[in-house]
């Protein structure tokens, strides 16, 4: 939780950004008994193995939209206790077996579950929030400067985001997200056995994104390079569209682990 001057109740400082706070990332906890891994792209109510659990995360950020945390709670049906859990929930993003166990869901999704595993009405974000009771510090480094900045005439600043995920995609999946991103004309478009990696841009306000999700470390994880440029000092549309698009990826299946700035 972050206090009005930008604390973690733990001490981190971080800088409020003038957007307003995005929701909690919510995730079904499946139970350990299962014949085959979840489907990340089956709807709510389809998985193959029944939820026995809700995971709710909160990532922190610094001034330029770095992470620099994570607050986490948990709560399964045997034991009807909102437990604050950080470090597990930072700890299970490399550990490929309570991966397969952790499928991203929406507000909506974890409602259902928590219903029907007989919890009643899920607690507000706010009250949620208030069981994040240990705070997990995310490593940060000084800025990686790859390479000139090369900004385009017309802007004033451009920046280089890689926002790291955890699990694995489908064929299917990344032909979803590359329909979402960048619809061929007409609806048609080629479905070959190794897809282009989804890309995309948008313009918001005066500036402009790019973004391609692709492979990274040897295929083990997925990287979301964002590139932004800026067309004047403010940076209030950066934070949005990082969060939009990494819950768009998420989603699809895959998991946040980071969001890093290059450049």
Same mark, same amino acid.
């Given at each position: 939780?972050?206090? #009005? ?44 193995? =029944?939820p026995e659990g809700i995971l ?23 034991d009807p206790r909102w437990l604050?859990?950080?470090?597990? $929930?930072?700890?299970?993003?490399? #550990? ?16 259902? /579950?928590? +219903? ?13 929030? $208030? ?7 995310? /490593? ?12 385009p005439a017309g802007f004033r ?15 299917? +999946? ?13 609806? +048609? ?9 989804? =890309? ?42 990082? #969060?939009?698009?990494?819950?768009? %990826? ?7 682990? %980071? ?5």
């Amino acid at each position: 939780m972050i206090d #009005d001057e930008g604390r973690t109740r733990h001490g981190a400082v971080v800088t409020r950004r003038s957007h307003p706070q995005r929701g909690l990332d919510y995730y079904l906890l499946l139970a350990r008994a299962r014949s085959a891994p979840a489907d990340p792209t089956r709807t709510r109510g389809e998985h193959p193995a =029944a939820p026995e659990g809700i995971l709710v995360e909160e990532f922190v950020r610094d001034h330029e939209f770095v992470t620099v945390g994570l607050f986490a709670a948990a709560w399964r049906a045997d034991d009807p206790r909102w437990l604050s859990c950080a470090s597990l $929930s930072r700890v299970m993003r490399t #550990d490929p077996v309570s991966l397969t166990r952790v499928v991203p869901s929406d507000r909506s999704g974890a409602e259902i /579950a928590y +219903q029907q595993l007989g919890g009643g009405r899920l607690p507000d974000e706010a009250a949620l929030r $208030s069981s994040f009771l240990d705070y997990e510090t995310l /490593a940060t480094a000084p800025l990686l400067r790859l390479g000139p900045a090369d900004t385009p005439a017309g802007f004033r600043e451009k920046r280089t985001y890689r926002v790291l995920f955890a699990k694995d995609l489908q064929v299917e +999946q990344v032909e979803a997200l590359r329909g979402r991103w960048n619809p061929p004309p007409g609806g +048609q478009g080629g479905r070959g056995p190794i897809p282009q990696m989804p =890309a995309g841009h948008r313009r918001a306000g005066d500036d402009l994104f790019s973004w391609t999700l692709h492979r990274i470390g040897g295929g083990l994880a997925w990287g979301l390079d964002v590139t932004a440029l800026l067309a004047t000092e403010l940076d209030d549309t950066v934070g949005p569209v990082l #969060d939009d698009l990494t819950q768009t %990826v998420r989603q699809h299946g895959l998991i946040p682990v %980071v969001t890093e700035r290059f450049s």
